[in-house]
């Protein structure tokens, strides 16, 4: 199968990436080696319990969602999207591979309402809310993966790479809606959370800020990307975050990206005690 781009797919054991349909073929392989290989939100010693509700925060086309549907068929996730042309690729997928649960088109928040969004054809998955956009950064954060991928997953080569990212990395504005986590727990009726993952381009906080106190015990598991990009706004967040989930009775360990090559971005995976 080929992605929109025309670049052909390939496949690996547990999820086979060319019946998984992209928007762009690099960033489809680069999501496969991330979530599927690398196993960056769910690492291979932890499992699913049968039945798990999965709430994918940050979804893109989906390939957490097919990744989790593959570990537990059994598994229900609802799959957060705000930008409608990857919205629509989400929707496709799930629907083809008979993922149980729902996409949703929104944006998880601190407050219900719209925002306005910035959307990259080429990269979407550094989409992000236009407050938290840093472009010049996530171009850097490309680089580093050509460089040390020998631009084998950007695809154009290194000596065009800057004008490559240009073209990427242009701009297209969506006004999106945004909902709370405790808004969404409450009109999907979820009584708990087996693993609630959080992918969002610098908006991780907002997330974790949308969530009432009466909703966190319901939330078993979290793994979540920390943007703690030293010179930005988003310095010292990790302390910050950890602080947060200790507070609530969380227990955290910390892991460099999986496959990010960037001191910036880090993997926090936490951990409540039993739910009754």
Known sequence: MRDRDGERTGSGAGLDLSAVEGINGHETRYLYEDIVTLRSYLPPEETLPPGATVLDVGANIGMFALFVQAQCPTARVYACEPLPPVFDCLTRNLRAHHVQGRALPYALSDRDGEAEFVY????????AERRHAAPELDKA???????????????DGLDFLDEMLDYRF???PY????RRLSTVIEDLRLRRVDLLKIDVQRAETDVLRGIDDRHWPRIHRLTLEVHD???????GRLSAVLALLRERGYRARVLPAAGAGSPGRLTVFATAGEIP
């Open 175 to 178: 006004r999106c809606a945004v």
């Open 170 to 172: 242009r701009e297209v």
């Open 120 to 127: 990259y054809p080429g990269y979407t998955v550094m989409s």
């Open 141 to 155: 954060f490309v680089r580093s993966l050509a460089r040390r991928e020998q631009a084998e997953e950007i695809g």
């Open 229 to 235: 990009e030293p010179t930005t706004p988003t310095e």
